[in-house]
T-cell receptor, first 115, second 113 residues
């Protein structure tokens, strides 16, 4: 079984300040972890993924995430928020190849960026 | 453009009606899945397929059927629509293998009245 908990349902930041989105996971298997972003009325776009290589993963648009096995965490960060980062972000775990690598989503974190 | 195509984008159904949501991908992906998105609940897996002719249930399969006769297509059928099926539906596809991320379609917004 696998599960994902995103610790904040909403995060509000000022433009130019750092962003931190927190994610904890549990998995019976060695997981792959992903962050997806969803802009209003759009589909989901892959930001970055962890696949058991480097624990610090760099993604698109200046985002990065660090996999910490001891803490079962995969927090997403960005040094300086931009207005275009306003969106909903989903932490996702993928495991169990026999089940089609089915994805389990966190509840999402909605990011508001203030000018 | 390569990707996952969902049709229709919007649909209103009356309770008890049936319909099929279409999903097609042109990336030769083995894996395909259907999710529904409801406020505050993230996305939940309805059905998935690991290849043509092979499907299985996800977390919330009741009221939905799927089939996978070709690699490219993975339609989702609502048998008898209920207001609880009002949601946004996403189709996604991926290469086989845990390390690949899924590519998502742009979604179908379904309202059942």
């Amino acid at each position: 079984a696998q599960s994902v908990t995103q610790l904040d349902s909403h995060v509000s930041v000022s433009e130019g300040t750092p962003v931190l989105l927190r994610c904890n996971y549990s998995s019976s298997y060695s997981p792959s972890l992903f962050w997806y972003v969803q802009h209003p009325n759009k589909g989901l776009q892959l930001l970055l993924k962890y696949t058991s290589a480097a624990t610090l993963v760099k993604g698109i648009n200046g985002f990065e995430a660090e996999f910490k096995k001891s803490e079962t965490s995969f927090h997403l960060t960005k040094p300086s928020a931009h207005m275009s980062d306003a969106a909903e972000y989903f932490c996702v775990v993928s495991a169990d190849k026999a089940a089609g690598n089915k994805l389990t989503f966190g509840g999402g974190t909605r990011v508001l960026v203030k000018p | 453009n390569a990707g996952v195509t969902q049709t229709p984008k919007f649909q209103v159904l009356k309770t008890g009606q049936s319909m099929t949501l279409q999903c097609a991908q042109d990336m030769n992906h083995e894996y395909m899945s259907w999710y529904r998105q409801d406020p505050g609940m993230g996305l939940r897996l309805i059905h998935y397929s690991v290849g043509a002719g092979i499907t299985d249930q996800g977390e919330v399969p009741n009221g939905y059927n799927v089939s996978r006769s070709t690699t490219e297509d993975f339609p989702l059928r609502l048998l008898s629509a209920a207001p609880s099926q009002t949601s946004v539906y996403f189709c996604a596809s991926s290469y086989a293998g845990q390390n690949y991320g899924y590519t998502f379609g742009s979604g179908t917004r379904l309202t059942v009245v």
